[in-house]
């Protein structure tokens, strides 16, 4: 079985044969996150309500990278957060649910919860001078995650601690454990963040922009020792972005999403060769590619986020899309199977023909992992 | 590629009736605009601005409204040291220890209180915003001498202030405001110069001098502006306070020499000797005063809040 | 290159690092810029690539004149600008102009989109190709200068009564370049001008800056920390390191065939949209971060980070030079970096059979 948690009417794909995508799924059938229609909410006051996110369904196996992308108010971010218990309870309404290892984190009581997180559940995020306390040292920070989870000596704790700096590349860490946040340079609080994080060992790994505030060359290393780690601890990660280009080095499977739902979902290998969604499409067309030849005009999308309708009425991204129907028109716009493991909430999806001659020629070699998918 | 366009694709018509609901603000909201439908909507300000209105009603009608003259003590003989007369149809209230109407005093008292508090502040605020605007537009040395006044002023006590002055003035109005003013001066002078310095690092003033505009232009058209409204915001708010300190500096006696001037600071004091037999005589000044500086607090908070950027989005 | 529009020798931007309580005591400098020389010809367009703290922003700001340069020359349509008095200066402006990165923070948020358009108008009135289209200098026909710009940047008409927070960030960024282009300028130096924006909105900007440059053959420099945008946008790149200009070539060169080590780190760190690139190339991942500008290493300043470096990097400071015509970089052992990256390109491209042909080379140079 390869789609234990797939609510949408399968086709028959399901026997097809799984090449390397989903190579992972027939390892693990149960999924260790399993979110299920979630829905964010946030009222204002004067009875004002905006739904952040509108039923997002996705899951994430044991090992596995699961990417969301999306614009700034996409939602991908509060997501993230509900999943984690994260939101403030005042004037937020969380519905779905969303299955940790079977058990539900929404409705999880906060002391279990406060437990799972920094020992089971980690999270990374954007900023790491904020996420970081200003007066405690490195090492005192992540020696309080260890005694937290673990029952452990003091002198392990830093052993251990220590060791974790070193592999998450900090040079010098014996140093570096008994500095404080602001003695560290960008790159090096991610790491130390990163080093927190992974502590206790997490299951699941959830970075929220983890290297959007820092430099391409030490994003390039960031990004690196994600991989490294992910790998050799088998931690699932769930990496949200608006960066393609970092989706495209790292994750298995990637969730597109636009104005609170998730638009589409695809191996990474489909996504880029064959999108589907026009937002998709829109996007991975857009993007000035450093391989691309200069002479060729970008096609952008048109419009701002902010041009959008409500989903209650018809497609999000209809007022921006140049392949707008009246059939766009409409409330309920599932989210179909378009191919092996590949979904799209869209009436009127791009076809192979469009994204074959849309594709510049590097792209070209991409085929190959669209063939693949078909 | 197809289209160069930026314009958004033509819509199906099911999708523009979708649309056409979303109105579309075709006349833009300046931050002032912004700052004034916030405010209707906000209840603190609607109650604030109601008291402040009535005070500033009741001051300036005080005449028209008060059914005796302020300074008559024609009753004075009906009033003995253990009892006053109680209240009648001619007097609402009832009399004071020295014989005057109680409605009239309270009504007139508005009047000084406005006149004293509206005055000192506007001094306060004139001087705070020539050294604070002069110190934020040039920096430099100019800054720091500017600075050091200001903190020479701080260091003097304002009850001191008040007793020098009045010893030299002699015991006058204008002694209370020059002293109110004076302890108002820094608290201006250095709200504006943070602001200017603030709004002097922003981009725009950045792209206003790349623009070739001339300094003074920029700091007369778009740093001055930007920067008036925490300015603003504290006035509202000082001149709670400014109430508040012309009622406690007359309490002391420091306020005009004529007793037959009806001012709450000083009804405070007369009704003292009576607060056990007729504690109406100390109580509603002291209600009028704190009310007063209320709607004054009320208003200037939401002020604050209307003209806050982060509450400017949308 | 008499032809250069902009002409940037030896220039160089020091902030000094003051100490103490009563006395300010200068303990230092910040070298922001230190040493650099840039021409870029009429009508082109320049790209700066660097990452944070590279002084890329400071020396766009000293180009012109928003940043006093410590020493140096500008030189613009043959004029050195370094030494011109202040209402000189200021009148030329006109001819120079800078779009900023964040539009909400660049303009006034107390001016509508008419007054922030027709400000520069009143300044110094409209430019000699307006006069003749749009007549003579009035209220009226400023309006109607700032009417044609804003068409010619995509908004609406009814633009002109709102003010800059009724907008979405990409719309605002139209307004700032509409504003910068108002009186026609020759030069528009663009700081990160799509950084702040979102990502499916970035296209449309590079667009508008490229369809801009084509109508009224405005020369660009382009300041960004993307790669990807500046060589789409440029001509000729140059790219920055602590202060200094350590490669420059034509953009089409320069991908094709990095010579400094900097730049093919740069290249290998970004990624690509493409998940068959992602996983084929290799990537050239650099240690550590970038020194202090207070206190640069010796020698070449990127020898502490380096894969290849050797021991004359840490005591020579290598010069700028020329290494093939058009294109210069600053590296003892350029040539054989990028022998060693071209081998390492081929093999890979063996590896793929990607039978792409090769990316046509840039007229100018």
Redesign the interface.
């Known amino acids: 079985m390869t789609d234990t948690t797939d609510k949408t009417p399968d086709t028959g794909q399901k026997n097809i044969a799984v090449k390397d995508a989903g190579q992972k799924a027939v390892a693990d059938p149960q999924p260790l996150l399993d979110v299920k229609n979630l829905s964010v909410t946030f009222s204002k006051r004067k009875g004002e309500s905006f739904t952040a996110v509108d039923g997002v369904d996705f899951d994430v196996r044991p090992g596995e990278v699961v990417g969301i992308v999306g614009?700034?108010g996409s939602g991908k971010s509060v997501t993230s957060m509900a999943v984690m218990g994260l939101l403030p309870r005042r004037g937020v309404t969380i519905e779905g649910e969303a299955r940790f290892d079977g058990t539900d984190l929404l409705t999880m009581p906060k002391q279990e919860l406060t437990r799972l997180r920094g020992g089971d559940l980690a999270m990374v995020f954007q900023d790491p001078m904020s996420s970081l306390n200003p007066v405690v040292t490195i090492g005192k920070q992540m020696t309080e995650v260890l005694h937290a989870h673990r029952t452990i000596s003091a002198k392990d704790a830093r052993d251990e601690a220590i060791d974790l700096l070193r592999r998450c590349g900090i040079?010098d860490p014996a140093r570096r454990f008994g500095e404080y946040p602001h003695q560290l340079?960008?790159?090096?609080r991610q790491r130390a963040l990163i080093a927190i994080a992974l502590a206790c060992q997490p299951r699941l790994l959830i970075c929220d922009e983890p290297t959007t505030a820092l430099?391409?060359?030490?994003?390039?290393?960031v990004?690196?020792l994600l991989t490294e780690l992910v790998r050799d601890m088998g931690t699932a990660m769930i990496m949200i972005t608006?960066?393609?280009?970092?989706?495209?080095?790292l994750c298995d499977h990637v969730n597109v999403m636009y104005a609170g739902r998730i638009v589409e979902y695809a191996p990474?290998?489909a996504l880029?060769?064959s999108p589907r969604h026009r937002?998709t499409h829109?996007?991975?067309d857009?993007?000035?590619?450093?391989?691309?030849?200069?002479?060729?005009?970008?096609?952008?999308?048109?419009?701002?986020?902010?041009?959008t309708?409500p989903w209650s009425?018809?497609c999000a991204f209809?007022?921006?899309?140049?392949h707008?129907?009246?059939a766009?028109?409409t409330d309920a716009i599932p989210l179909e199977e378009v191919g092996f493991e590949h979904r799209a909430r869209c009436v009127n999806p791009a076809s192979d023909a469009e994204n074959s001659t849309q594709t510049s020629?590097?792209?070209?070699?991409?085929q190959?992992?669209q063939e693949e998918s078909e | 590629m197809s289209s160069t366009t930026h314009e958004l694709p033509e819509r199906p018509a099911s999708l523009a009736a979708v649309m056409g609901e979303q109105n579309v603000d075709e006349k833009g909201i300046s931050l002032w605009a912004g700052a004034w439908r916030r405010l209707q909507r906000d209840p603190a300000a609607i109650i604030g601005g109601i008291i402040v209105l009535l005070f500033i009603s009741v001051a300036l009608a005080a005449p028209l409204l008060a059914p005796h003259q302020p300074s008559s003590v024609e009753w004075a003989g009906e009033v003995t040291p253990s009892s006053l007369p109680p209240a009648s149809a001619d007097h609402p209230l009832g009399l004071d220890p020295f014989g005057s109407d109680l409605l009239t005093q309270l009504l007139y008292g508005a009047r000084q209180s406005l006149i004293i508090g509206v005055v000192s502040t506007l001094i306060g605020l004139s001087g705070g915003l020539v050294l604070g605007g002069v110190a934020g537009a040039f920096g430099g040395w100019v800054d720091t001498l500017m600075m050091r006044i200001v903190d020479i002023l701080l260091s003097i006590p304002a009850l001191l202030l008040a007793v020098s002055v009045a010893a030299i003035v002699g015991r006058r109005p204008e002694a209370l405001m020059i002293a109110i003013a004076a302890a108002q001066v820094p608290i201006f002078a250095r709200l504006l110069r943070g602001s200017m310095l603030k709004q002097r690092n922003q981009d725009y003033v950045l792209a206003s001098f790349s623009l070739g505009l001339r300094r003074r232009t920029i700091v007369m058209s778009h740093v001055l502006p930007n920067s008036i409204s925490p300015v603003i915001v504290q006035a509202t708010l000082t001149l709670a306070t400014a109430i508040i300190e012309v009622a406690a500096l007359s309490y002391l006696g420091l306020g005009a020499p004529d007793p037959t001037v009806a001012e709450w600071g000083r009804m405070l004091v007369k009704g003292q000797e009576r607060l056990a037999s007729a504690p109406h005589l100390t109580l509603l000044p002291g209600i009028c005063i704190a009310v007063t500086a209320l709607g004054f607090t009320l208003l200037g908070e939401s002020l604050r809040e209307a003209l806050d950027p982060k509450s400017r989005r949308r | 290159m008499s032809e250069n529009l902009l002409e940037v020798t030896g220039l160089k931007v020091h902030f000094p690092i003051r100490k103490g309580i009563v006395f300010d005591r200068t303990v230092g400098h910040v070298k922001a810029v230190d040493g650099i020389s840039l021409g870029v010809s009429t009508g082109q367009t320049l790209g700066v690539v660097g990452e944070s703290g590279c002084g890329k922003s400071t020396l766009g700001r000293a180009i012109l004149r928003l940043e006093e340069p410590t020493s140096g020359t500008v030189k613009f349509n043959g004029q050195d600008i370094t030494s011109l008095p202040a209402e000189k200066m200021r009148r030329l402006r006109r001819r120079m102009q800078m779009v900023f990165q964040d539009p909400l923070s660049s303009l006034d948020p107390r001016q509508s989109i008419e007054s922030l358009l027709i400000e520069p108008l009143t300044v110094h009135g409209l430019a000699e190709s307006d006069l003749e289209k749009i007549g003579r200098d009035s209220p009226a026909n400023h309006r109607r200068k700032a009417l044609n710009m804003l068409e010619l940047v995509g908004l609406p008409a009814s633009a002109m009564a709102k003010y800059p927070h009724e907008f979405s960030g990409g719309q605002r960024q139209r307004v700032g370049i509409a504003r910068a282009m108002i009186c026609s300028p020759d030069l528009v130096i663009a700081d990160e001008p799509v950084s702040a924006l979102d990502v499916s909105v970035q296209a449309q900007v590079i667009n508008l800056l490229e369809d801009l440059q084509a109508e009224l053959g405005v020369t660009y420099v382009v300041i960004a920390h993307d790669l990807a945008v500046v060589r789409h946008i440029s001509d000729r790149i140059a790219v920055m390191y602590l202060g200094q200009v350590v490669e420059e070539a034509g953009s089409d060169e320069l991908y094709e065939k990095p010579y400094h080590p900097y730049t093919v780190a740069l290249m290998s760190a970004i990624p690509v949209p493409d998940p068959v690139v992602e996983d084929s190339r290799e990537r050239i991942l650099l240690e550590g971060d970038l020194p202090s500008p207070a206190d640069p290493p010796s020698g070449c300043r990127f020898h502490t980070r380096c894969p290849w470096a050797r021991e004359k990097c840490s005591q020579e400071d290598p010069e700028l030079r020329e290494i093939e015509p058009g294109r210069r970089v600053a590296c003892h052992f350029a040539e054989e970096v990028a022998q060693k990256i071209a081998d390492d390109r081929e093999v890979e491209n063996e590896r793929l059979a990607h039978g792409a042909e090769a990316p046509q080379t840039a007229s100018n140079g």
Do not use: K, N, W
């Not at chain 1, 430099?215 to 290393?221: E, G, L, P, R, W």
């Not at chain 1, 209809?318 to 140049?322: G, I, S, T, W």
């Not at chain 1, 020629?361 to 991409?366: D, K, L």
């Open positions: 614009e700034s040079p340079s960008g790159g090096m430099d391409v060359t030490i994003q390039a290393q990004l690196e608006h960066d393609l280009g970092v989706v495209a080095g990474r290998e880029f060769a937002y829109g996007l991975i857009s993007i000035p590619r450093l391989d691309q030849r200069r002479d060729q005009r970008l096609t952008p999308i048109p419009g701002t986020p902010a041009d309708v009425r018809a209809a007022p921006r899309c140049r707008v129907t009246d766009c028109v020629q590097v792209m070209a070699s991409g190959m992992a």
